[in-house]
């Protein structure tokens, strides 16, 4: 079994997502012989750990664009010899279903990077059965609010106001605020039965080692200096550095929040 490196790098996201999947493992209804799909399913989580849950009886498809995810994935199923899922390469506004196909739909905070989730919300409508249930986890815009407020800081000293409006655009992009949320759901097809604010926090020892850990390295710094202006990245994250390392003087540890929410949903017999 070969695997290649940028996969491994994919294979350590589930530490990020373990608080939501938590809460979506628990809200999930369990029944025997049923048909699921985990939307963005990465390289595994909860996809196996679902299947492992529900047996041999039922079948779970982890679908996710990612050639590399797909690949861990497909590698994790062989090797743990679990019958019952399935990697399938795809996305969510364009599923490779028949309607009427699924009992149970789950994303752990995989909408969130979809280009269009009223198109993926659509398509979870059609390749549900009725009366199916989904379980979507999302995080929040005061993901990182502690970063970005300091950040807000710098750019508003340096007159740098525009920035500041692309910013805000990159949140509202990337993380949806819960009424949005709900009416989308709703005007999807779906019957919200509850919703459950959650949260965590990620500790640091310093600013610069949250900006070297490998989470931010790799998938927030890259979409972070987009919004920025070119030939400035380092001096304005080194200025917002600096307040977020007064926060670590005033009370030993960087913390970042991790706000997020989870929905159980119903499949509405009509629209």
């Not at 929040?140 to 609010?145: A, G, Q, S």
């Not at 005007?187 to 490998?214: C, L, T």
Request: charge should be negative; proline fraction near 5%; include cysteine.
């Amino acid at each position: 079994m070969s695997i290649s490196e940028r996969s491994l790098l994919y294979d350590e996201l589930p530490f990020w997502s373990a608080p939501f999947g938590l809460l979506l493992l628990e809200t999930v209804k369990y029944k025997k012989n049923i048909m699921v799909l985990d939307i963005g399913s990465g390289s595994g989580f909860p996809t196996l750990e679902l299947a492992g849950r529900l047996g041999s009886g039922s079948e779970v498809y982890g679908l996710d664009p990612s050639d590399d995810a797909i690949e861990m994935l497909d590698a994790k199923i062989r090797l743990r010899e679990a019958g019952n899922a399935f990697a399938i390469k795809g996305s969510g506004e364009s599923m490779p279903f028949g309607d009427a196909y699924f009992d149970l739909i789950i994303s752990n905070n995989g909408l969130n990077n979809v280009d269009d989730m009223a198109g993926v919300l659509r398509e979870c409508y059609r390749v549900c059965k009725p009366g199916a249930q989904m379980v979507l986890t999302m995080n929040l815009p005061y993901t990182m609010v502690e970063f970005y407020d300091a950040l807000r800081s710098v750019l508003s000293g340096m007159g740098l106001f525009e920035s500041i409006e692309a910013m805000d655009a990159h949140i509202f992009e990337k993380r949806k605020p819960v009424d949005y949320l709900q009416e989308l759901i709703i005007e999807n097809g779906f019957h919200i039965r509850s919703v459950q604010p959650d949260g965590f926090k990620y500790r640091f020892a310093s600013a610069a080692a949250f900006y070297d850990h490998y989470l931010i390295r790799n998938f927030f710094l890259p979409p972070w200096k987009k919004f920025l202006p070119p030939g400035l990245h380092e001096q304005i994250l080194s200025e917002t550095g600096v307040i977020l390392d007064r926060q670590v003087s005033e009370n030993r540890t960087l913390e970042i929040s991790i706000p997020f929410v989870c929905f159980d949903t119903e499949k509405n017999s009509k629209k």
